[in-house]
């Protein structure tokens, strides 16, 4: 199905199992512990060995020689795998350095061996026993002295260096100008579940249960990265402990799995050890920020630009941090640059709202800064500069833009009006109390997405798609789409998701998975629905699907009845075509936040917080509030806990655990309120739905960071806010 004209009164209207708050079909299994996780899935014939991986020692240079002897000859061990006994590797298309190191390494902990032993224990005390000898070579690792070196660079298929106007003399001319630099650090995904994988070869095929987001893109480098054909690498992925982006891509686990599995001739299981998951897999890239806006002196943007540098491994991308500049405010004067400097760190890449996430935290500093500059409520700044067509565009209208509505909607809520503009004024005990605010943003982005339905003689629904379930509720919005469609309860219908056998479907992220794939799934039905009324000889124009029947022609007949001879199978995909070019699809949000600030130590408390999202239907309510308060948790880490320690001296991340690494608990998280406008866009799919999974986490920080600049006075614009950057500047705490 070719989705290029907007969406007109369909079958999901009907709302009667779309959009209501429904439980998780999959979370009876994981509450008994029932979910085959990719390291738990049993079989008892497959009786898997044991992989424990050994990371490089260094960060750059080559491995002059390697003692296997003493691993070799453990106890329990079976094989050891290194770079040369595995022979001639691939690269993936989406790996940035080699999953297997030697003789050259590209990065610290970068996989430089496999032992495979009869048990866990036995693995990684064998691995203890391999010698390496290296040969280090000098390496660049602190971002902000390559800062200089640093080149120009697209993002993905879009440039990093816009101009619309002349940025350069309008912000010369403007009569408030505001010019700062942000920071944000590196950041881990810090998942629960590992990266893990079991491998077992049956001849030349290879099946991988293991944990990824994007089933088809990872059996391709699995291919390619073994030199074999495609259709030979089978993946099976039906429950992941979290992703965060952090698994989009097949990591150093999924390979060395299948080649140790080869080396030994039996199944085997790797899942990587919390320092291999900071070092070895991918992260969020620390960024610096250049901002610089120019406004009248009745507010409106008169100039906008936005620079930001960022460091990768060769060949890497840059993070987006640029992106949502070009299209939040108006300003007939805009700029944006993206620079990338070569790091020898581990691999940067996607992490919950690549570029959106760290690019708002800087942005939406500034727009208060530009707010207290002019004298100006922040919240009425950001209205006044509201555009409902793209700035770099005019000719290209936003599909749907509610951002006032969720400003407006928000600053009801939280009782903005009672704020106090002046910083430093309220007082609550011991806390220094402060509000504030953040517009968030997220670009929609849609992917071709297919599923398979079945209709058996009993009239079950069943769908099969390669589609992943990273713990948001995939299983249900799909088997929401499916009844609803079919006109069947909840409880009729089957979801298998997660299996490369299936149909390609969109994969899970870049908020891209739950509209995507739910319209795939409408693809499929849509078609099914056509060799039901065929089956049943009815007319097709007015045939309704509802209560396990189908109606048309005045008559009303079972839907199980069209299986009755056996059961009916209908394949299709949705393809987005045409729209997005005529129409900037994007999704809005605004973020209010409370903090107190001990006015003695400097400790900063979150006391409320509130997200207001404008996101296209919301396919189910309690599932999307699930994501949107996930990724403000997120947002609260990244604003005033998380950073990757740098050592800048051997290139490695210091705090790689999660004992070093801080990340958000319950007793550092408030209620949190979300609200869903009420809102369908008919331009993004016919599900008339966008994604809602990663604005939560946009505008956040700097929600938060406005906040604690209200409370104290105190202005950080370097990531993540500690109390170490408030204690010496701290008000009088009498």
């Known amino acids: 199905m070719k989705f290029d004209t907007p969406a007109a009164q369909n079958p999901i209207d009907r709302l009667t199992v779309i959009g209501k708050a429904t439980d998780r079909i999959d979370g009876p299994y994981k509450t008994t512990g029932t979910a085959p996780y990719a390291y738990d899935w049993h079989d008892p014939a497959l009786k898997p060995a044991y992989g424990?991986?050994?990371?490089?020692?260094?960060?750059?240079?080559?491995?002059r020689s390697m003692d296997l002897s003493a691993a070799k000859a453990a106890p329990g061990v079976i094989a050891v795998v290194t770079a040369e006994s595995a022979g001639q590797l691939g690269k993936g298309q989406y790996n940035t350095a080699p999953l297997l190191g030697g003789p050259e390494i590209a990065h610290y902990h970068q996989a430089v061996a496999l032992v495979v032993a009869e048990g866990f224990e036995q693995a990684r005390a064998a691995a203890a026993l391999i010698k390496v000898d290296y040969d280090a070579a000098k390496g660049t690792f602190d971002l902000a002295a390559a800062k200089d070196s640093a080149k120009p660079a697209k993002i993905m298929k879009d440039p990093g260096d816009t101009a619309v106007g002349d940025f350069e003399?309008?912000?010369?001319?403007?009569?408030?100008?505001v010019e700062e630099t942000y920071t944000t650090p590196d950041e881990a995904h810090a998942m629960m579940e590992p990266h893990a994988s079991i491998a077992s070869w049956e001849g030349d095929k290879v099946t991988l249960w293991t944990s990824n987001q994007m089933i088809d893109w990872s059996v391709g480098d699995v291919a390619k990265t073994l030199g074999m054909p495609k259709d030979k690498v089978r993946l099976i992925s039906p429950f992941i402990g979290g992703g965060f982006g952090g698994k989009l891509f097949i990591r150093s686990d999924v390979i060395l799995a299948a080649l140790g599995a080869k080396a030994a001739g039996r199944p085997v299981k790797v899942a990587l050890t919390r320092p291999l998951m900071f070092n070895n897999t991918v992260h969020r890239p620390a960024t610096i920020q250049r901002?610089?806006?120019g406004a009248n002196k009745d507010g409106t943007i008169t100039a906008i630009g936005h620079e930001s540098w960022s460091g990768n491994l060769p060949g890497g991308r840059p993070e987006a941090a640029v992106s949502q500049t070009r299209l939040l405010y108006a300003g007939a004067n805009r700029m944006t640059a993206t620079r990338l400097a070569t790091l020898d760190l581990p691999e940067g890449n996607a992490m919950r709202a690549p570029g959106e996430a760290p690019g708002l935290m800087a942005l939406e500093i500034a727009m208060d800064e530009v707010a207290e500059r002019l004298g100006m409520d922040p919240v009425q700044l950001r209205m006044l500069n509201d555009t409902q067509v793209d700035p770099e565009k005019p000719d290209r209208p936003f599909s749907k833009r509610e951002l006032i509505a969720c400003l407006r909607e928000g600053g009801?809520?939280?009782?903005?009006?009672?704020?106090?503009?002046?910083?430093?004024?309220?007082?609550?005990g011991r806390w220094r109390v402060g509000m504030g605010v953040a517009a968030a943003f997220r670009n929609n982005q849609l992917m071709t997405s297919g599923a398979r339905i079945r209709l058996g003689p009993d009239g079950t629904v069943t769908v099969e798609t390669d589609m992943t379930d990273i713990g948001t509720g995939t299983y249900t919005i799909i088997g929401q789409t499916a009844a609803e469609m079919m006109g069947v309860p909840l409880d009729k219908v089957t979801v298998r998701l997660g299996d490369s056998s299936f149909p390609v479907s969109s994969g899970s992220g870049g908020q891209w998975g739950a509209n995507s794939s739910t319209s795939g799934v409408y693809a499929a039905c849509m078609k099914l629905r056509e060799a039901v009324v065929q089956k049943l000889g009815l007319p097709a124009a007015d045939a309704v699907f509802a209560d396990g029947e189908v109606r048309s022609g005045g008559k009303s007949v079972k839907l199980a009845q069209a299986a009755s001879a056996g059961e009916i199978v209908v394949e299709d995909a949705i393809e987005f075509e045409g729209l997005a070019k005529k129409y900037q699809q994007s999704t809005f949000g605004a973020h209010f936040v409370e903090v107190g600030v001990d006015a003695a130590t400097a400790e900063i408390r979150v006391r409320r917080m509130l997200a207001v999202c404008a996101?296209?239907?919301i396919l189910n309510p309690k599932s999307a509030r699930s994501q949107v308060i996930g990724a403000m948790t997120m947002g609260v880490g990244a604003a005033l806990m998380e950073e990757l320690a740098v050592d800048k001296t051997r290139g490695f991340f210091v705090n790689h655990d999660l004992a070093g690494y801080e990340v958000p608990v319950h007793a550092d998280i408030p209620h949190q309120e979300v609200v869903f406008l009420d809102e369908v866009d008919p331009i993004s799919s016919p599900m008339k739905a966008k994604g809602v999974g990663e604005l939560g986490i946009c505008g956040v920080g700097a929600a938060i960071a406005n906040a604690v600049y209200n409370a104290t006075g105190i202005r950080v614009r370097d990531y993540p806010i500690t109390l170490d950057k408030l204690l010496e500047r701290m008000p009088d705490a009498a």
């Open 52 to 63: 424990f991986v050994l990371g490089a020692g260094i960060a750059k240079g080559r491995i």
């Open 169 to 177: 003399a309008a912000y010369a001319k403007a009569p408030v100008r």
């Open 291 to 293: 901002i610089r806006i």
């Open 412 to 428: 009801e809520r939280f009782s903005w009006s009672k704020r106090v503009a002046t910083p430093g004024q309220v007082r609550d």
């Open 615 to 617: 996101a296209g239907r």
